[in-house]
């Protein structure tokens, strides 16, 4: 069975600096996919940054960049310029290459990011 | 906007009793997914439709049953409700194929009494 962990309940940072969030994942598959969801104070669930596994290339979105380790099953989130609007829980998923439309995301516990002015 | 719609965004009721929580997908969406995450917690994945059927059952109470229509809404029913349902329900939508994200709706927030 799949699962993902993420190994800092909680971090906080300075405004304008680079954080890091690490995630660890563990599975047989070859064939996945990877993703950064952020769910802010509102609640709300939004997806930051998605990694198909087999790209090599580090997916990357604005300020939002991953390190992808394939061999060693890690996808942290790196997040420059931090800004107050970072300030969130940060959720790591998984889900794997299916074909019997069975699309479940496996979650991780959540990195509370707290961005400080 | 996500373009998922939940309602109610709020709901407040006694133990004992039953409620009906909505979730329409986005336009195109064939997959529904619900999810309830307790006070600070992580998502737990209840289920999962596929363009009507059931796909993918996790952690889902007997109490609690779902169904997605020919026009691909979906329901969540909870019954026989205890203090511990109290919650936030999501539904999440996707297009169903293998790379494509989940969207969140924003919500329900089901306080028990």
């Known amino acids: 069975a799949q699962t993902v962990t993420q190994s800092q309940p909680e971090m906080s940072v300075q405004e304008a600096e680079t954080v890091t969030l690490s995630c660890t994942y563990d599975?047989?598959?070859?064939?996945?996919?990877l993703f950064w969801y952020k769910q802010p104070p509102s609640r709300q669930m939004i997806l930051v940054i998605r990694?198909?596994?087999?790209k090599q290339q580090n997916a990357t979105e604005n300020r939002f960049s991953v390190n992808f380790q394939k061999a060693a099953k890690s996808f942290s989130l790196k997040i420059s310029d931090s800004q107050l609007g970072d300030t969130a829980m940060y959720f790591c998923a998984f889900m794997k290459h299916e074909m019997d439309s069975n699309y479940q995301l496996i979650w991780g516990a959540g990195t509370k990011l707290i961005i400080k002015p | 906007d996500s373009g998922v719609t939940q309602t109610p965004k709020h709901l407040i009721t006694a133990t004992g009793q039953r409620v009906t929580l909505r979730c329409s997908p986005r336009s195109g969406d064939l997959s529904v997914y619900w999810y309830q995450q307790s006070l600070d917690q992580g998502l737990q994945f209840l289920i999962q439709y596929y363009n009507g059927e059931e796909r993918a059952k996790g952690n889902i109470l007997e109490r609690f049953s779902a169904q997605q229509f020919p026009d691909l809404h979906s329901e969540l029913n909870l019954s026989s409700l205890e203090l511990g349902d109290s919650a936030l329900y999501f539904c999440?939508?996707?297009?169903?194929?293998?790379?494509?994200?989940?969207?969140f709706g924003d919500g329900t927030r089901l306080s028990i009494l």
């Open positions: 990694q198909e596994a087999y």
């Open positions: 999440a939508s996707s297009v169903g194929d293998f790379n494509q994200p989940q969207h």
């Open positions: 599975t047989s598959e070859n064939n996945y996919y």
